[in-house]
């Protein structure tokens, strides 16, 4: 089985994808690295955006008009 940290949200792979193209594979990247540090942080879309939570709310991530 599969840690709880793996578990990925739908939702996160569908505000990625919608993203513009520069900005995926970042989305990607920070996704990763914070399932990485964090075991166990769920995901969870806050204000239509990605967000983790550990604890209560961890940290979360935007696409911007030129940044993420």
Not at 49 to 59: E, L
Request: positive net charge; charged residues 20%; aromatic residues 10%.
């Amino acid at each position: 089985m599969a840690p709880a940290s793996a578990a990925k949200n739908p939702a996160f792979d569908a505000y990625i994808a919608k993203a513009r193209p520069f900005a995926q594979p970042i989305l990607k990247k920070l996704r990763a690295l914070v399932h990485k540090a964090v075991p166990g942080v769920t995901e969870e879309l806050k204000w239509n955006s990605p967000h983790f939570a550990y604890k209560g709310m961890f940290c979360g991530m935007q696409e911007g008009a030129r940044d993420v």
